[in-house]
């Protein structure tokens, strides 16, 4: 079964609006939840979450963690066609000898019409 | 930041053929090295961990012997897929993560897209 979920798969929105994208995960040993941007080729990162309850924040884009109920949200404001991607939730838990893993979800693609 | 590369970009050969796909840490070492394969309008699944001078750890389902992995330094790894098919066809992400970061933050590639004919 997926060990990360996102919520919705895809979401169609308009210039201007507030879109709130979602993350579920269930993992043995977590490290650390990092959300990513993919346009046409690999992912570029947004923000990595350790801590619960403290949000970060770039421009328009913030994302807070929340580790007892095991979710993750990020919100983007004032959305711009340039936001316009797959956003990627990943988790990065122990995988045993010293390493640590992603796993990512299936992302959320969003669609911002002018 | 940390520039991790991918080389070539975009690949198209013969079934059959093997086709070798490169990933090197530009300005930092990378401790570890991993290998993504992500198919049209899915996530990003991890393939294999690869450790500097050691053997690459691959994810179940993953056939050890048709995807070669070589991780000959800290700034450079190698996937193979040998003797390609069709449903081999993918686009192929690598990322490092930097020996001497507190985050172990993953660096990725660019991505190489293989078609398989």
């Known amino acids: 079964e997926d060990k990360v979920v996102q919520s919705p798969l895809s979401l169609v929105v308009h210039e201007g609006d507030t879109v709130t994208l979602n993350c579920s995960y269930e993992?043995?040993?977590?490290?650390?939840l990092l959300w990513y941007k993919q346009e046409k080729k690999a992912p570029t990162f947004l923000f990595m979450l350790?801590?619960?309850?403290i949000e970060k924040k770039s421009g328009r884009l913030s994302s807070i963690l929340d580790k007892k109920e095991l979710f993750s949200i990020l919100n983007i404001t004032a959305t711009q066609t340039g936001d316009s991607a797959v956003y990627l939730c990943?988790?990065?838990?122990?995988?045993?000898?010293?390493?640590?893993?992603?796993?990512f979800g299936k992302g959320t693609k969003l669609s911002v019409i002018p | 930041g940390a520039v991790v590369s991918q080389h070539p970009s975009r690949v198209i050969c013969k079934s059959g053929t093997s086709v070798k796909i490169e990933c090197r840490s530009l300005?930092?070492?990378?401790?570890?090295m991993f290998w993504y394969r992500q198919f049209p309008k899915q996530s990003l699944m991890l393939m294999a961990t690869?450790?500097?001078?050691?053997?690459?750890?691959?994810e179940q389902g993953v056939e050890k012997d048709k995807f070669l992995i070589n991780h000959a330094s800290l700034t450079l790894s190698t996937l193979t897929v040998t003797s390609a098919h069709p449903e081999d066809s993918s686009f192929y992400i690598c990322?490092?993560?930097?020996?001497?970061?507190?985050?172990?933050?993953?660096?990725f590639g660019p991505g190489t897209r293989l078609t398989v004919l």
């Open positions: 990943a988790v990065e838990d122990y995988s045993g000898a010293g390493s640590y893993q992603l796993t």
């Open positions: 993992v043995t040993n977590f490290r650390s």
């Open positions: 350790t801590s619960s309850g």
């Open positions: 300005d930092f070492q990378a401790t570890t």
């Open positions: 690869s450790n500097e001078g050691s053997k690459a750890t691959y």
């Open positions: 990322s490092a993560r930097e020996l001497l970061s507190s985050y172990n933050e993953q660096f």
